[in-house]
């Protein structure tokens, strides 16, 4: 595709539950991250995938959360047991991954998860 | 996580008029980018910046690199009604982790 997807687009629990959210990022993108974004703030870095390993997941808030990109492309953000203070949008980016400080992010539209 | 202090946090304003938003931190960053954002879509990328003192246009938009590599800000010349967003600042180290800012909500009034 064009840009990057994100499905679902919006996603309602109940608190306990587990969730998976998935990205797929721009054929060719090496690079992938997640950002959790809680209304009214700027997005908050999670992790970041070069290819299939988790290069950087420091910013993943607990051991409920976790991700993983079995191919190097699609990855998806899996949270167990999930609590109310887990509501927010998830965003992901992708960027080709060169390692560069010019290497661009593009994001996705984001998955709202609220959970009841 | 670390967010940056974004001000100010909102801006009514005229169309036509200029606008200008800043970014700081307390920590040094390699690259400067500003973003905007509309509801229910991601972030979208408008300048980058990667020297220390660097001043990058893009159109109307012009945004600085601090020399103190821990703040910049951006300007919006002649704002128009598809300029109304939130605009964020986001900072990056010498790892791969960006840092955003609060955001600046933009409202333009024909």
């Known amino acids: 595709g064009a840009g990057v997807s994100q499905t679902p687009s919006n996603k309602v629990t109940e608190k306990g539950k587990y969730v998976e959210l998935r990205c797929d990022p721009i054929?060719?993108?090496?690079?992938l991250y997640w950002y959790r974004q809680s209304l009214g703030q700027g997005p908050e870095f999670l992790i970041y995938?070069?290819?299939?390993?988790?290069?950087?997941d420091s910013g993943l808030p607990n051991d409920r959360f976790f991700a993983v990109r079995p191919e190097g492309s699609v990855s998806t953000l899996k949270i167990q047991r999930t609590e109310r203070g887990d509501s927010a949008v998830y965003l992901c980016?992708?960027?080709?991954?060169?390692?560069?400080?010019?290497?661009?992010?593009?994001f996705g539209p984001g998955t709202r998860l609220t959970v009841l | 996580g670390q967010q940056l202090n974004q001000s100010p946090q909102s801006m009514f304003i005229q169309e036509g008029e200029d606008v200008s938003m800043n970014c700081t931190s307390s920590?040094?960053?390699?690259?400067w980018l500003w973003y905007k954002q509309d509801p229910g879509e991601g972030p979208v990328l408008l300048i980058a910046?990667?020297?220390?003192?660097e001043l990058t246009s893009n159109g109307r938009l012009t945004a600085q690199f601090g020399i103190t590599r821990k703040d910049s800000f951006l300007n919006i010349s002649a704002s128009i009604p598809s300029d109304v967003g939130i605009y964020f600042c986001?900072?990056?180290?010498?790892?791969?982790?960006?840092?955003f800012g609060t955001g600046t909500s933009l409202t333009v009034i024909p």
């Open positions: 054929s060719g993108h090496t690079a």
């Open positions: 995938f070069q290819g299939t390993g988790a290069a950087d």
């Open positions: 986001a900072g990056q180290n010498t790892g791969n982790q960006f840092y």
């Open positions: 910046l990667y020297k220390a003192g």
């Open positions: 980016a992708s960027s080709l991954g060169g390692g560069t400080s010019t290497d661009t992010q593009y």
């Open positions: 920590s040094i960053f390699n690259t």
